[in-house]
């Protein structure tokens, strides 16, 4: 994990490396809340899994190993750069109930805000928040105190708590951009409903 995870912050790392660096530390990670899960006696029937726009994708392989059988959500949220605000754009989940273990997954929680907006999505769609889990690769302090406010601490994976956050709600040290780094996107994003 480690390994994987200096590769991830090294900001001359490629795609490719990036990729292949995400899908180790996304394994593992799934590995821990499959464990978690099975302790508590949830079996993979009661589990929902919710990927975060788009940088969550990061976690399908993942998913697709250690959750084969789970239906899978995705929320479509875009973190406002300016206002560090999380936008709406897509919604798409499968039904859920109190009883289902629901899993979160997105690889950056800076200010908490986008995690924050999809728990209340997901307490409004049926989840119970004590059910509700966060899979995470870097977190800020800050996002980790307002998730951990919402869903149970010891619901919340991740691979490191960094630092903290820069002025411009970035992670520090982090590792930049996680979307813009696992698609390879040399510059800024074209965010299409700006332009539309
Ligand atoms: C990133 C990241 C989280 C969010 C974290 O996504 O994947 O969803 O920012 O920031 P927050 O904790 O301050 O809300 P972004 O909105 O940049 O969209 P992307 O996945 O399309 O890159
Ligand atoms: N989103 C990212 O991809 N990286 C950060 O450091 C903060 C939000």
């Not at 979160?104 to 004590?130: C, F, N, W, Y």
Request: proline letters at 5%; glycine letters at 10%.
């Amino acid at each position: 994990m480690d390994a994987s995870l200096k590769v991830l912050r090294d900001r001359q790392t490629g795609t490719a490396e990036f990729r292949r660096a995400a899908h180790t530390v996304c394994g593992q990670l799934m590995g821990d809340v499959r464990s978690r899960l099975q302790e508590r006696g949830v079996g993979e029937h009661d589990v929902v899994i919710v990927i975060i726009l788009r940088a969550g994708i990061a976690f399908l392989d993942a998913i697709a190993d250690g959750f084969p059988n789970a239906p899978v959500g995705v929320l479509g949220l875009k973190r406002d750069e300016q206002k560090l605000e999380p936008h709406w754009y897509y919604e798409n989940l499968p039904p859920i109930s109190m009883e289902h273990a629901v899993v979160i997954v997105d690889p950056m929680l800076a200010t908490g805000g986008s995690a924050e907006a999809a728990v209340e999505r997901l307490q409004k769609r049926g989840a119970d928040s004590k059910r509700i889990y966060f899979v995470g690769v870097v977190a800020a302090p800050e996002g980790l105190s307002r998730l951990a406010a919402l869903i149970p601490r010891e619901n919340i994976v991740l691979a490191t708590v960094d630092d903290g956050l820069d002025e411009h709600g970035v992670i520090v040290p982090g590792v930049g951009d996680f979307g813009d780094r696992f698609f390879g996107y040399s510059s800024r994003a074209i965010i299409g409903s700006r332009y539309d």
